[in-house]
């Protein structure tokens, strides 16, 4: 982490003067090794900025930005470490800010955190490792609480999982293995008293499942075998209800197009 911060400040203060100079004399330039140096800009076809920055030996230092067609930004990249890393800020098409984080190699690295489209809530944060997802990943309610959580090995959910009613009581906890549902599954009522428990058997239910009543009681068990019911016709509407509702609260982590923020060479 020092090593880094010395990076980017000796980049600030040593190299952008330089570049900041070039850039006062011309632009677009490439030396006789085909390399870009200073300022670089370029235009869509109907007149409006696509990109501008700052080169030094092909790589961009210091800011650059990328625009929409409309003209709003589409990314804000301060980059250090001769192009490797960079501090970016991410906007929808509208001028919001859609995403933040850092890229390392033009690869999601660390935590990132995603914007709603219709104001700056903060709506998920995402944990990467060099463009693959591992760690925590949080999904918001719009008062700030958290909605859900889980956790990423390698790509695939694996850990806890947890979602949680506005009020911060939890409503599910179980567990993911491989992308899968996998362990013990419970659901509590807002309150926080046990409505629903059984367990996944990759991704499917198995065994036991217990309904239980407002006073504690056992409404009624449901076997189940490989995901199917024994006694489905035992499944009352309301034990039905608290599966739609679970699965309509498995968040989806919103993340905005990036297919044009680092483009090939010849769009530079």
């Known amino acids: 982490m020092k090593f880094s911060l010395f990076t980017c400040l000796f980049y600030f203060i040593f190299l952008l003067p330089l570049s900041s100079q070039e850039s006062s004399t011309r632009k677009n330039h490439t030396d ?3 390399l870009r140096q200073g300022y670089w800009e370029r235009k869509y076809p109907n ?3 696509q990109y501008h920055g700052t080169f030094r030996d092909d790589h961009p230092v210091g800011e650059l930005v990328r625009y929409f067609p409309n003209g709003n930004k589409l990314a804000v990249l301060v980059f250090c470490s001769l192009g490797k890393r960079a501090e970016a800020k991410l906007f929808y098409e509208g001028g919001n800010l859609a995403a933040m984080g850092i890229y390392v190699d033009e690869q999601k690295d660390s935590v990132w955190k995603y914007y709603s489209f219709y104001n700056d809530n903060l709506i998920s944060t995402v944990t990467y490792n060099m463009g693959v997802k591992e760690g925590q990943s949080t999904v918001y309610y719009p008062n700030g609480r958290i909605s859900e959580s889980f956790w990423y090995e ?6 806890p999982w947890l979602q949680y009613y506005e009020n911060g009581k939890v ?3 179980s567990e993911f293995k491989n992308d899968q549902r996998h362990g013990d599954f419970i659901f509590y009522s807002p309150g926080g008293r ?15 499942w217990i309904f239980y009543g407002e006073s504690g009681n ?3 068990v449901i076997n189940y075998v490989e995901g199917r019911a024994d006694n489905e016709d035992e499944l009352i509407d309301r034990e039905q209800e608290m599966f739609r509702e679970i699965e309509q609260m498995r968040g989806r982590i919103p993340e905005p197009d990036e297919s044009e923020i680092f483009s090939p060479r010849r769009h530079y």
Do not use: A, F, L, P
Request: hydrophobic share 20%; glycine share 18%.
């Open 32 to 34: 006789d090794n085909g």
């Open 47 to 49: 007149g409006n900025i």
């Open 154 to 159: 390698s790509g695939s959910r694996n850990g």
């Open 171 to 173: 409503r599910v906890k």
């Open 194 to 208: 046990t409505e629903m428990k059984g367990s996944y058997d990759k991704n499917q239910m198995h065994g036991e």
């Open 218 to 220: 056992v409404v009624s």
